[in-house]
């Protein structure tokens, strides 16, 4: 086991399958002490067990984290700051695409779990983020946030308009990427950097509720989870990235240019109000 990583601790949401699980098993193979942060326990246990056997000495655990529910998110982020444990790195990874409906809080199910309550749940962790500087904040955004051409605030709490849900998956995407531009401004002047990463379009259970045929062709042309991981960790450990802040990187971690959208800082700083607003937090 490597241990350049010692004494670090990191957050992984989503980490019990695809590229989470792949992060979070890297981390941890480097000697840090990673949290993942996910909905299902069963599942997640599975993988704590899986990793534990993979990489001697691993430090990891699990927490509950339900990102379509904001209670649970608020739980979730007590329970991890009541152990005074430092966070040198959060790594939102959890996602959803293709999916109908709505979330427990009532707005739409991509928007509302892949940015929402992400959101919330980095805000609450902040404070101690910052303490712990030099820190990370790495959102899994997507390609697909090119393909988005505004956000219809008038929707974000309805349910899911599209069939395919991949226009809402767009706007989802496209708020990752606003998210983390605003708050790498807002965290300017501290230790903490900011990345949003498009790990490639890969085989995950990220597209589990598309119709099998559909899904079945899809996956034929993705990139593995252990490729996909590649960005993520790249932004979450290279020494080089260090206060390279509110940029946006593709696959294997090369840094890109996010779309002219995701370069409006009106914009981001109207969603961050917004989320704000609907989370209950000061903007």
């Known amino acids: 086991m490597e241990t350049d990583l010692a004494n670090k601790t990191f957050i992984v949401t989503g980490a019990n399958t695809g590229i989470g699980k792949i992060t979070a098993r890297e981390l941890a193979a480097r000697g840090a002490h990673v949290i993942l942060a996910c909905r299902n326990q069963a599942k997640t246990d599975a993988v704590v067990d899986e990793i534990r056997r993979e990489v001697p000495g691993a430090q990891v655990e699990y927490v509950h984290l339900d990102l379509g529910d904001l209670a649970s998110v608020r739980s979730s982020a007590a329970e991890l700051l009541a152990r005074k444990l430092p966070i040198h790195g959060l790594i939102n990874n959890a996602g959803l695409g293709g999916q109908r409906g709505q979330t427990k809080d009532g707005f739409e199910i991509q928007f509302g779990t892949n940015h929402l309550g992400h959101y919330l749940f980095t805000r609450l962790l902040l404070d101690r983020i910052i303490e712990s500087g030099p820190a990370r904040i ?26 395919t849900a991949m226009r809402e998956y767009a706007v989802s995407k496209l708020s990752n990427v606003l998210f983390t531009k605003e708050l790498a401004r807002r965290l300017e002047g501290t230790q903490v950097s900011t990345y949003a990463v498009h790990p490639g379009v890969v085989a995950t259970d990220v597209w589990r509720r598309v119709p099998g045929p559909f899904r079945w062709l899809m996956k034929k042309f993705m990139i593995t989870p252990e490729r996909g991981a590649e960005s993520s960790l790249r932004c979450a450990t290279d020494p080089t990235l260090q206060g390279e802040s509110g940029r946006y990187y593709s696959v294997g971690g090369k840094e890109q240019r996010p779309s002219k959208l995701a370069d409006d800082g009106t914009l981001a700083q109207t969603l961050w109000t917004r989320s704000a607003e609907w989370t209950g937090l000061p903007a």
């Open 138 to 163: 790495v959102n899994v955004a997507s390609a697909s946030h090119y393909q988005a051409r505004a956000i219809d605030w008038a929707v974000l709490q309805q349910p899911t308009k599209t069939v």
